[in-house]
C-alpha cells in the first residue's frame, strides 16, 4: 500500500572516478542488473508516494536505466552546485506542494540495503521524537567513515569526519551510513541554511545534522544489523566483494528453496533467474540474466546459460547457452555451444563439440557431436551423423535447411542451404547435399575411388612415409 507520508530522494549524481572506467559507475553489473536497479527496486519496494532520483555525470546513461527500471521517479539534473547537501536540496523542488511528510534519504551505490531494513528505519523514526535519523553500522574497519559519537547516555551527538576526529573518536567503531530520513520542513529549513564555506566547496549533508543539533534538535542514531547491508561501491575491489556477498545470498536462497548447490563459491546466480525445487547445480555452473530451470533438472558442472530456458529432468553439462530453450528431458553436452534462437525438443540431444543457432531441433531428435547446425529446422526423432555441417551462408546472404523427420544423416555430411530432407530419408557419409531429398530416399554424393600405386615413391622419396611402404611391400 502507498505510503503517503513518505518520499525517497536516490542520489545518482556521482561521478565514480575510482572505478577507473568508461562506464558509469552505478551502470556497473551486479547480479545480472545495474548496481542502480538494486536501489531502485528497494526505493519501490516501500511504496513510497514520490521517488526522486538525482542524476548528473553520464545522466542520460542513467535515465534510460532508471526509465526502465523505476519509470515513476522523477529525475533532478544537479547543478553545477557540488555535494549531497545541494542534491538533496534540488530534489525536493521535485515534490508536489502539497506533500507533507519523511523525506528519506539513500544512495544509489549502496545495493545491499534491503526495503525491511529501510522499513524498520522508517518507523523507528516515526515513533521517535526526533528531526532526524541516521542510519549508522558497527564495521570490521573504520577507516575512512565518519564516526557517530555518542554521548555518556549513549544517545547520538555529533558526527564527526575521519579527518577531523581526534584519536579518542578515531577509536569508536559506530559509522555514518549516509542514510538518512527527515522531516520535510525541517530538510528544507535547514537545507536554506548550508554553505560551500568548506575546504571542498561543498554542500555536505551531514552539516544538516549538525545544525540540527546545534538548535538543540533531536536526532536519533539506528545501527544496521550487519555492516554489509550498508556497504557502498566505489571501486572494482568493492565491487567484486558486494558481488560475492549478494551471489551467497542468492544462492543460499535457493537452497533453502528446495535447489541443490553442490559447490556456493564456484556457482553464480543471477537475481533475475529461477529454479524449481529439486534443481541440481553443480560446480562451475553460472545461472544468468533470466534463466528458468525446471524441476529435476542437472546444470553443469562448468555451464554458463544467459536467459535460457530449461525444462525438467534435462541435463545440461559443460555448456555455454544463449537465448536458448531446452526441452524436458534433453541432454545437452559437454562441450556444446548453444546461441541464440536454440530450441532443442523434449527428449533431444545436443551432445559433445555441437554449436547451435538459429536451430529448431524436434522432439526426440539427436546431434551427438562435432556439428553445426545453423538457420535449420530439424523434425522429431531424427539423427544427424557426427561432423555435419550445415551450409547456412553463401557469402552474402544466410539460408535455412529444413531436414524432416526420422531422418538420418551419414557422418561428415555438408548440408548447402537452401535444401529440404523429406521424413524418412537417409544421406550416406560424406554426402554434400545440394538439393531436396525426397521423403524415404537415400542421397549418396558418390566418386570412384582411385589408388595411384607409388605415389610416394614418386612423389616423397627417402621419406619416412616411403621406407615404411617398401618395408611392407618387402614383407609381402
Not at 549531497?84 to 545491499?112: C, K
Not at 528531526?131 to 558497527?138: C, E, H, K
Not at 548453444?338 to 531441433?361: D, H, M
Request: proline share 5%; charged share 20%; aromatic share 4%.
Amino acid at each position: 500500500m502507498i505510503d503517503p507520508r513518505l518520499a525517497i530522494v536516490v542520489l545518482a549524481a556521482g561521478q565514480g572516478t575510482r572505478m577507473r572506467s568508461s562506464m558509469p559507475k552505478l551502470l556497473h553489473p551486479l547480479a545480472g542488473m545495474p548496481i542502480v536497479s538494486h536501489v531502485l527496486a528497494t526505493a519501490r519496494a516501500l511504496e513510497p508516494a514520490h521517488i526522486v532520483t538525482v542524476v548528473r555525470h553520464e545522466r542520460d546513461r542513467l535515465v534510460d536505466v532508471i526509465a526502465v527500471e523505476l519509470p515513476e521517479s522523477a529525475i533532478v539534473d544537479q547543478d553545477e552546485v557540488p555535494g549531497t547537501g545541494r542534491a538533496v536540496e534540488q530534489a525536493l523542488t521535485a515534490l508536489p506542494d502539497d506533500f507533507e511528510g519523511d523525506v528519506l534519504v539513500i544512495n544509489g551505490d549502496v545495493p545491499l540495503l534491503d526495503a525491511d531494513t529501510l522499513t524498520s528505519f522508517v518507523s523507528v523514526h516515526r515513533s521517535s521524537d526526533a528531526s532526524a535519523t541516521v542510519l549508522s553500522a558497527v564495521p570490521d574497519d573504520a577507516n575512512g567513515y565518519g564516526r557517530i559519537v555518542r554521548d555518556e547516555t549513549g544517545a547520538f551527538d555529533r558526527i564527526v569526519e575521519q579527518k577531523d576526529a581526534t584519536d579518542a573518536e578515531l577509536a569508536i567503531d559506530e559509522i555514518n551510513a549516509g542514510v538518512y530520513i527527515f522531516g520535510l520542513s525541517t530538510l528544507r529549513d535547514q537545507l536554506a541554511r548550508l554553505t560551500t564555506d568548506n575546504a571542498q566547496g561543498e554542500k555536505y549533508l551531514t552539516d544538516v545534522i549538525g545544525l540540527l543539533r546545534r538548535a538543540g534538535s533531536e536526532v536519533v542514531a539506528v545501527p544496521v544489523a550487519e555492516p554489509w547491508l550498508v556497504a557502498g561501491i566505489n571501486d572494482r575491489a568493492q565491487l567484486s566483494e558486494t558481488a560475492l556477498k549478494l551471489n551467497a545470498l542468492i544462492v543460499r536462497g535457493w537452497q533453502l528453496a528446495g535447489v541443490t548447490v553442490q559447490d556456493p563459491t564456484s556457482t553464480w546466480i543471477d537475481l533475475k533467474a529461477r529454479l524449481a525445487p529439486d534443481v541440481t547445480l553443480l560446480p562451475g555452473t553460472q545461472i544468468l540474466g533470466a534463466t528458468v530451470v525446471e524441476t529435476g533438472a542437472v546444470i553443469g558442472p562448468d555451464t554458463t546459460l544467459l536467459d535460457c530456458e530449461v525444462g525438467e529432468n534435462a541435463t545440461v553439462k559443460r555448456t555455454d547457452g544463449t537465448l536458448a530453450v531446452i526441452g524436458a528431458g534433453a541432454s545437452v553436452g559437454p562441450f556444446s555451444y548453444l546461441r541464440p534462437g536454440t530450441l532443442l525438443g523434449a527428449n533431444g540431444k545436443i551432445g559433445t563439440f555441437v554449436e547451435t543457432k538459429n536451430a529448431r531441433i524436434g522432439d526426440g531428435s539427436k546431434v551427438p557431436h562435432l556439428s553445426y547446425v545453423g538457420d535449420a529446422t530439424i523434425g522429431e526423432q531424427s539423427n544427424i551423423g557426427a561432423g555435419s555441417i550445415f551450409a547456412n551462408y553463401d557469402g552474402a546472404k544466410k539460408h535455412s535447411s529444413e531436414i524432416g523427420s526420422h531422418v538420418r544423416t551419414g557422418s561428415h555430411g555438408v548440408f548447402v542451404a537452401p535444401i529440404r530432407i523429406g521424413d524418412g530419408a537417409y544421406t550416406g557419409a560424406g554426402a554434400v547435399i545440394r538439393k531436396d531429398v525426397p521423403p524415404g530416399a537415400l542421397a549418396i554424393t558418390v566418386a570412384p575411388q582411385r589408388n595411384m600405386d607409388g605415389w610416394v615413391h614418386a612423389n616423397r622419396p627417402g621419406t619416412a612415409a616411403d621406407h615404411a611402404a617398401e618395408a611392407a611391400g618387402q614383407a609381402e
